[in-house]
């Protein structure tokens, strides 16, 4: 069954040092990799996203995220965390059953915290 | 700017009352999606349409509708709202295979 994983339910870190946001997947065939941030009370946003090329993809307000084939891993990376980047982190994988759109399967989140 | 638009932000209904909810975009994409997320959960793909063509999914109830009058708009229609569809419902669009971009949502409560 295609899926994705989100390891940690919350992650927490000291403003100015780097953070991870863990992911991993399992899908047949290619995976089309996204990363989407939730402030509360809003819709997601798009941050970055891997469908195929360079294995480390930057995206919006200095995050990037690495594809890992061999682990099976699309981890969320910023090197220097701010207190507003504290939201939800959605990790997700295109469906490849999903037929000629972008249906999404969603990891459950992982909520960032940043302290000052 | 292009964007994904969702009204109203908050809607209150009573139990059982039908409720509409509206999305609307300016990206010109053929998919829409409808979501249902609940208390920082996952969000769960109610349906979506592929310019005319709808999709339900196979778990969401009879109780939820759609429709799509045209590119730009789409709507949910809960029928009979029960206290368990008090949630954030989300809208998004795509183009075909693309990246989906979402709306702002709409909390609706349920009394």
């Known amino acids: 069954a295609q899926s994705v994983a989100q390891p940690e339910d919350q992650v927490n870190v000291a403003e100015g040092n780097p953070l991870t946001v863990k992911c991993t997947y399992s899908?047949?065939?290619?995976?089309?990799l996204f990363w989407y941030v939730q402030y509360p009370n809003r819709g997601l946003q798009f941050l970055l996203k891997y469908i195929t090329g360079d294995n480390l993809v930057k995206g919006s307000y200095g995050f990037e995220a690495e594809f890992n084939k061999s682990q099976t891993s699309f981890h969320l990376k910023k090197p220097s965390a701010l207190v507003s980047d504290s939201a939800l982190y959605f990790c997700?994988?295109?469906?490849?059953?999903?037929?000629?759109?972008?249906?999404?399967?969603f990891g459950t989140g992982t909520l960032l915290a940043v302290q000052p | 700017d292009a964007m994904v638009i969702q009204n109203p932000r908050y809607q209150v209904t009573q139990f059982g009352k039908p409720v509409t909810l509206s999305c609307s975009q300016t990206l010109n994409h053929n998919v829409m999606y409808w979501y249902q997320q609940k208390s920082s959960q996952a969000p769960k793909l109610l349906f979506h349409y592929y310019d005319k063509d709808f999709n339900n999914e196979a778990d969401t109830p009879d109780n939820f509708q759609s429709r799509r009058p045209n590119t730009s708009f789409c709507f949910l229609d809960i029928r009979s709202p029960g206290l368990g569809d008090a949630a954030m419902y989300l809208c998004?669009?795509?183009?075909?295979?693309?990246?989906?971009?979402f709306g702002p949502g709409t909390r609706l409560t349920v009394l």
């Open positions: 997700a994988v295109r469906d490849p059953h999903g037929g000629a759109t972008n249906k999404l399967i």
């Open positions: 998004a669009t795509s183009r075909a295979e693309d990246t989906q971009y």
């Open positions: 899908v047949s065939g290619n995976p089309y």
